[in-house]
């Protein structure tokens, strides 16, 4: 059955389950009719004290207030930006400086170091709103083609893109996320993404619409192994939702399979590329589980292809296929502006109901990489692939020089920039490393200013402590080399390409 409104149909379940546990961690739990609360007297709440249709921020990381905040405000019909609690500064700055935002939802203590003329609602605030009784407002909440939400991604120029997600978009994701993946109601998914990252969205929503249970994975279990591996079994989770990276680390430990973790029945990968070896390993391990890898921009709404794996799809191919595309989309695939025909590669290009309608105040990044055809909104992915005759996509690397690390989309030409901003660089080019196809670190080929270090270790230090101040930590490179200038082409551009082939031919 189809889905025609997100909120009508997650607050149905504080009527016919207002017991079921919405959300649990190790340290709170919360029932569909405290989700229920809570959003509605945020909602009543922002009725009125902000302009119509003007998009917030939520600030914080996996905790019930935040889901309780993305669902008041869609009800009081704005857009949510979801922001990390520990993003850079500079970061924060510039999301605001694009969004413009009419609030800011503070679930954890908005940082004093970042003055701002946009309200900020403290985390006492928005506790006293959740739990007093408030009289009831008429609602307009999100729909159709307004935005649900805004995710900000890299950008080239080292200002962030907004990615803005309709609640169209988002039925068209979670309608097909429901039908194709054997989900069921009341069950239990991993939340581990955090929610400035879409991958979110593939726990939050299908949980929350189908009577299911959140449970928070926090960074500081993910940071140590040892807390990790003892806190799997416990889990009791059956729906996997993560990176492939996050995988190969739980994948060390021995005991993580079915015989100590039964309750496991899907996986699903999204974010980057799975890498077969992990595929295989855990195909050995989970041999009755529905392991799924899933392909999608943030800019298609979390996901639009799929291929539940097995033996003998790992066996016919190298590389593992990104997928069937989803019914209400069309994947087509142009070398030179032209359409290739089956098995050859080219850039994929999605159309299709749940393509974004563009960057928040970004017409020019929106021109370049969204466009109409057919009636129908489509985006040039800049990933290079090629589909099969009977219609099976497989991954062919980036176009350009946009990669994946861990799950996390970044611009080179981003870290570039602010790169060149700490005072210790006069220049700089970052290229990946490659290892089985997939991105294994970034590597800074840096020409330095006069500085005081005797080692170059002191000044890769040095380095990536300045550039933390700016970028997130998952931008940071690992490897740096310092040349005395950078290489060049016959025309005078730094030439990156040379520099990515010496990086990888080692």
């Known amino acids: 059955?189809?889905?025609?409104?997100?909120?009508?149909?997650?607050?149905?379940?504080?009527?016919k389950a207002p017991d079921q546990l919405a959300y649990q961690s190790e340290t709170a739990a919360f029932t569909y009719a405290e989700l229920k609360q809570y959003s509605d007297h945020l909602a009543y709440h922002l009725t009125d004290r902000i302009a119509p249709k003007a998009p917030v921020v939520v600030f914080g990381e996996l905790e019930f207030e935040m889901l309780a905040s993305f669902l008041g405000a869609s009800k009081a019909g704005h857009a949510y930006i979801p922001i990390e609690s520990t993003t850079p500064q500079e970061r924060i700055e510039l999301i605001l400086n694009v969004a413009q935002p009419a609030l800011i939802i503070s679930v954890l203590p908005w940082p004093e170091k970042i003055v701002t003329e946009i309200p900020v609602l403290t985390p006492t605030e928005l506790a006293q709103i959740?739990?007093?009784?408030?009289?009831?407002?008429?609602?307009?909440?999100?729909?159709?083609?307004?935005?649900?939400?805004?995710?900000?991604?890299?950008?080239?120029?080292?200002?962030?893109?907004?990615?803005?997600?309709?609640?169209?978009?988002?039925?068209?994701?979670?309608?097909?996320?429901?039908?194709?993946?054997?989900?069921?109601?009341?069950?239990?998914?991993?939340?581990?993404?955090?929610?400035?990252?879409?991958?979110?969205?593939?726990?939050?929503?299908?949980?929350?619409?189908?009577?299911g249970t959140l449970v928070p994975m926090e960074k500081a279990v993910i940071n140590d192994f040892k807390k990790l591996f003892a806190f799997l079994p416990k889990l009791d989770i059956e729906v996997w939702v993560s990176t492939p990276s996050f995988m190969d680390i739980c994948l060390m430990e021995p005991t993580f399979d079915a015989k100590h973790v039964p309750s496991l029945k899907?996986?699903?990968?999204?974010?980057?590329?799975?890498?077969?070896?992990?595929?295989?390993?855990?195909?050995?391990?989970?041999?009755?589980?529905g392991i799924f890898n899933t392909y999608g921009p943030t800019e298609a709404t979390v996901a639009i292809s799929q291929i539940k794996l097995t033996p003998e799809v790992l066996a016919q191919y190298d590389r593992v296929p990104i997928g069937y595309v989803k019914a209400d989309t069309e994947v087509q695939i142009l070398s030179e502006g032209q359409l290739v025909t089956a098995d050859q590669i080219g850039e994929l290009i999605i159309k299709g109901p749940s393509v974004s309608k563009g960057y928040m105040h970004n017409p020019e990044k929106t021109a370049k990489a969204f466009f109409e055809s057919a009636g129908q909104p489509a985006y040039k992915t800049g990933d290079a692939g090629k589909m099969t005759a009977d219609g099976l996509l497989l991954y062919d690397g980036r176009i350009d020089f946009q990669v994946k690390l861990h799950g996390f989309r970044i611009e080179l030409e981003d870290i570039d920039h602010h790169l060149e901003k700490v005072s210790y660089v006069k220049q700089a080019a970052v290229v990946p490393k490659y290892q089985n196809h997939k991105v294994q670190q970034l590597v800074a080929y840096v020409v330095a200013n006069e500085n005081p270090f005797e080692k170059t270790f002191q000044l890769t230090k040095a380095i990536k402590e300045e550039l933390a101040q700016s970028v997130m930590d998952y931008m940071i490179p690992q490897r740096f080399v310092y040349l005395d200038q950078l290489p060049r082409t016959a025309n005078g551009k730094i030439d990156r390409k040379g520099i990515l082939n010496e990086v990888n031919s080692k």
């Open 1 to 15: 059955m189809q889905m025609n409104d997100v909120m009508t149909t997650i607050d149905a379940w504080a009527q």
């Open 130 to 211: 959740f739990k007093t009784t408030a009289a009831a407002k008429p609602l307009t909440p999100v729909k159709e083609d307004e935005n649900y939400y805004i995710i900000f991604t890299s950008g080239t120029t080292g200002v962030p893109k907004g990615v803005q997600i309709s609640h169209k978009n988002l039925l068209s994701f979670l309608n097909w996320d429901l039908a194709d993946f054997g989900i069921t109601e009341k069950m239990r998914f991993l939340s581990q993404a955090p929610y400035s990252f879409d991958l979110s969205v593939m726990s939050i929503y299908p949980a929350l619409t189908t009577g």
């Open 266 to 289: 899907i996986f699903q990968f999204c974010g980057e590329e799975l890498p077969h070896k992990t595929a295989t390993e855990l195909l050995k391990r989970f041999p009755h589980a």
